[in-house]
């Protein structure tokens, strides 16, 4: 996938506690970037079921 110089999504957040702490984030990404990430996070969440599954088995 080809993904033009134009298309792309991106996020701000900028959070402040009081006068001392504040933090900013900031993501740029492009369609296949998004395809790509959820990819691995619904292959991480396929993984656990059986991973707790196993864990939780009692050996006979």
Same mark, same amino acid.
């Given at each position: 996938?080809?993904?033009? %110089?134009?298309?792309?999504q !991106?996020a $701000? &957040? #900028? ?5 001392q702490?504040?933090m900013?984030? #900031?993501?740029h990404l492009? %369609? !296949?970037? $998004?395809? +790509?990430?959820? +990819? $691995? &996070? !619904? !292959?991480?969440?396929l993984?656990?079921a %059986?991973i707790?599954?196993? +864990?939780?088995?009692? %050996?006979?």
């Open positions: 996938m080809a993904d033009r %110089p134009g298309n792309q !991106s $701000l &957040v #900028e959070l402040r506690f009081g006068n702490v504040a900013k984030a #900031e993501a492009t %369609p !296949s970037g $998004l395809l +790509a990430i959820g +990819a $691995l &996070v !619904s !292959s991480i969440l993984s656990v %059986p707790i599954w196993s +864990a939780r088995r009692r %050996p006979y």
